[in-house]
């Protein structure tokens, strides 16, 4: 049966495939470590009353993220964009860049890391 190309086994295959192996392994048989194939989820809240226009399309200039799950919310002229984003960088460190890539555009934003799954 073939596998779909949308499955968790595949996505794991190719994280490996785009994976560096760590400078530990010595290539004696010992199994290598993988660095770079680890992601990070965060939910993000941008709320925007002015600044630069905020839409569906706003999450696609935030650098080494994408966005898994978007919400956009619009009331009179405040919008309200929530989205679960996946990212490389540690979650301190993304919060800390999204805050500052937010408040560039004029918009506010809430950074929260998602919990790993059980």
Do not use: I, Q
Not at 36 to 48: D, H, K, P, Y
Not at 100 to 107: L, N, V
Request: aromatic fraction near 6%; glycine fraction near 10%; include cysteine.
């Amino acid at each position: 049966m073939p596998r779909r190309r949308g499955s968790s086994l595949t996505r794991t295959r190719e994280a490996r495939k785009r994976a560096v192996l760590h400078s530990s392994d010595d290539g004696r048989g010992r199994l290598p470590c993988y660095r770079g194939a680890v992601e990070f989820e965060s939910l993000l809240v941008l709320l925007a009353v002015r600044g630069a226009p905020l839409d569906g399309g706003a999450l696609d200039g935030l650098a080494n993220a994408r966005a898994t799950w978007v919400r956009l919310e619009r009331e009179g002229e405040a919008v309200c964009l929530a989205a679960r984003v996946r990212h490389g960088d540690l979650p301190e460190e993304f919060r800390t860049r999204v805050r500052g890539w937010a408040a560039a555009r004029g918009w506010a934003v809430t950074v929260a890391p998602c919990a790993p799954s059980l």
